[in-house]
């Protein structure tokens, strides 16, 4: 087993677990990349697809309801998938950089509350007070409803997937040293960053262009940053709905509206399970809504991204600099051992 970096290089890759950058580590890249084969991945799908299918028609069965059975299906396999990329696929250090920056930073989030919610609130407050949302939803079975919402997230994500890469690929069109400098200040590359910018022969700035696993890594990060402050904003429209129907919205309006008979919950007799549904399926759309609207509106697009371009442009430079460091020290492979010499050299 290769011995672990020491000194600068060591603390740098410290540095980037801690920051949610587990790919720029060539050893945790190569854990990933042998995750990520055939033969690790393709026999545990087929185990948890059996299940799964195993566990879904015995729900559907014994509910008597047909979507219970795709939904619970679609719960397991997302739950083992989830698993899977918190352990061997390196999600977790990602995950908690996300939400530790997503609890340290409410104070800048709730401006875009302020912002976004409002415009939103009096959209969808027409949906809520409209009898054909109330029967739609009092129809759905909960299976359904389950996969309604899953369907309103799997395109939230879809769109993040294809529009984040954009914000990454700005990051490392213009690095120079000043970039550099900047990004390395008060990391355990700011020395060394210092060093190689005064070596001629040195050109971190050529190493600045992202890609692969560590293009992978960034983009990631800020799906899981905007999916979480999404999810914020999504809760605070439930709550919402939960609140205003619950004040204005009369049992026997809810009963003539959805042409059944009222389920109240147990432990909140205001609240019924009618209500509950409708405020769900819209706390789903405004997610929807609020993921497209934060990623196209310049006014919400300012609002969400601010700091994050900060931590992509620090992580670009501090990759660059870490790469013209190990570059010095010796070619390495991703396993963490030194490559072997060029042909001919």
């Keep these: 087993m290769a011995a672990e970096p020491t000194g600068p ?35 545990l799908l087929v185990v948890v697809l059996l299940a799964a299918i195993a566990a879904g028609v015995a729900l559907a069965w014994y509910a008597e309801e047909i979507s219970a059975g795709p939904a619970l299906l679609l719960a397991i396999v997302l739950t083992a998938a989830l698993w899977y990329a918190l352990t061997a696929l390196r999600f977790r250090p990602i995950v908690g950089w996300a939400l530790g920056r997503t609890t340290g930073t409410l104070a800048r989030l709730l401006p875009t509350m302020s912002r976004a919610l409002p415009l939103l609130l009096v959209f969808v407050t027409f949906l809520f007070i409209n009898a054909e949302a ?132 147990a432990w909140l007799p205001s609240v019924s399970l009618q209500l509950v549904k409708v405020s769900i399926f819209l706390a789903g759309f405004s997610g929807l809504y609020l993921t497209v609207s934060t990623v196209t509106d310049e006014t919400y697009r300012a609002q969400f991204f601010s700091g994050v371009t900060r931590e992509l442009e620090r992580a670009v430079g501090m990759r660059a600099v870490y790469l013209a460091l190990r570059d010095r020290s010796g070619p390495v492979t991703d396993g963490g051992t030194p490559a072997p010499p060029a042909p001919g050299g």
């Design 134 to 265: 109330w029967q739609m939803t009092a129809e759905l079975p909960i299976g359904l409803l389950w996969l309604t919402v899953l369907l309103f997230v799997s395109l939230g994500v879809v769109f993040l997937l294809v529009r984040l890469p954009e914000e990454v690929d700005k990051a490392d069109d213009d690095v120079d040293d000043e970039f550099l400098t900047r990004a390395c200040a008060g990391t355990p590359l700011e020395r060394p960053c210092a060093e190689l910018l005064a070596d001629p022969d040195a050109d971190p700035a050529a190493r600045a262009e992202v890609h692969g696993y560590e293009r992978w890594n960034l983009i990631l990060a800020l799906v899981i940053v905007q999916a979480v402050q999404v999810l914020l904003l999504a809760v605070s429209v439930f709550a919402f709905f939960l609140v205003f129907g619950s004040l204005v919205m009369e049992p026997q309006v809810q009963e003539s509206w959805t042409g059944t008979n009222l389920q109240n919950i």
């Design 9 to 43: 290089l060591g603390e740098s890759e410290v540095w980037f677990q801690r920051h949610g950058l587990p790919y720029f580590v060539p050893g945790e890249r190569a854990a990933v990349r042998a995750a990520l084969r055939p033969g690790r991945t393709l026999p």
